[in-house]
């Protein structure tokens, strides 16, 4: 009897035990949400998640770029997490993060990467990979880091013909930003569009247009689904090119160079009455010692 009772009791706490511990399903299924989008700087969620939810206290949770499956972004392994592999780049910057204000964790399922402080070459595919003893499986979330650029800045050059080049330029974006003219009637093509990048890897874009002298053009620069950045340029004031105005620039180089001629002149014979006086002085001097 006491044994029984005893044995009873041993199957009673392990069974309370089991059912106190979150089961892991005989198969796992990954989910994301996928692209994300960052502006540099910022913290990224890349969402990942089990379905069915289920426990991933127990699992293996890695986060890969590329084929890097030996030195991941991010490693939880037996209830910790290990950083001997780690991707150097990534260190400090990662953990779990929430793939929405529902979401229950890590005891929920939710597997989603935390990335903070984004870099330009965070950009790219990861690859969410769960495991258990038995079984696995893995998704990419595509991630797209931004940078918003400054305010186009715009300049206009006349020309004689009464057509005006304007130019506009803005610096600072990635990815690649779009660029439009547009006049108060229609949107214009550009004469020219020449992007270029730096050292920092950020891009800028460089536009030529020419127009009629009296109008009004704008320049708007801007990312793809995202606010673009806009300048405006009113030509109505545009200088005069006749022959009038060339001419007085040639009378006003005539004149300079009478003026130089005349003080060179003018130095020359300065230098001449200069000698002719010292010597005057001297024969003067020679003669009033023989007195």
């Known amino acids: 009897m006491g044994s029984f009772v005893i044995r009873t009791c041993l199957v009673a706490a392990i069974g309370a035990l089991l059912c106190d511990a979150a089961p892991v399903s005989d198969s796992l299924v990954v989910q994301v949400k996928s692209p994300v989008s960052v502006h540099r700087g910022q913290t990224a969620t890349l969402p990942c998640w089990l379905n069915p939810a289920q426990s991933a206290e127990g699992l293996e949770v890695r986060w890969y770029r590329d084929d890097h499956f030996d030195s991941p972004v991010m490693l939880y392994r037996a209830k910790k997490f290990e950083h001997a592999s780690q991707e150097a780049s990534y260190a400090g910057r990662v953990s779990f993060g929430s793939k929405d204000a529902a979401s229950g964790g890590l005891t929920a399922g939710d597997v989603s990467l935390k990335l903070g402080n984004t870099t330009l070459e965070d950009a790219g595919d990861y690859t969410c990979y769960v495991s258990s003893d038995q079984v696995y499986d893995s998704a990419k979330v595509r991630l797209s880091v931004t940078q918003t650029g400054r305010p186009p800045l715009l ?4 020309r004689e013909d ?6 506009c330029e803005s610096e600072g ?13 229609q949107v214009q093509t550009p004469d020219s569009l020449k992007p ?9 874009v460089h536009s030529w247009l020419l127009v009629p002298s009296s109008s009004e053009v704008s320049c708007s620069v801007g990312l793809s689904g995202g606010e673009a950045k806009e300048a405006r340029v009113r030509l109505d004031n545009p200088p005069r090119f006749n022959n009038q105005e060339s001419g007085s620039s040639s009378a006003g180089w005539v004149a300079f160079g009478l003026l130089l ?7 020359v014979i300065g230098v001449m009455y200069f000698k002719k006086r010292v010597k005057k002085d001297k024969s003067e001097s020679g003669h009033a010692e023989v007195l």
């Open 162 to 167: 009464n057509k005006v080049n304007v130019s």
């Open 196 to 204: 270029s990048q730096d050292s920092s890897g950020l891009l800028s």
């Open 173 to 185: 974006w990635y990815p690649e930003p779009s660029l439009r003219w547009s006049d108060q009637k």
């Open 261 to 267: 001629i005349a003080t060179l002149v003018s130095a």
């Open 155 to 158: 300049t206009a050059t006349w």
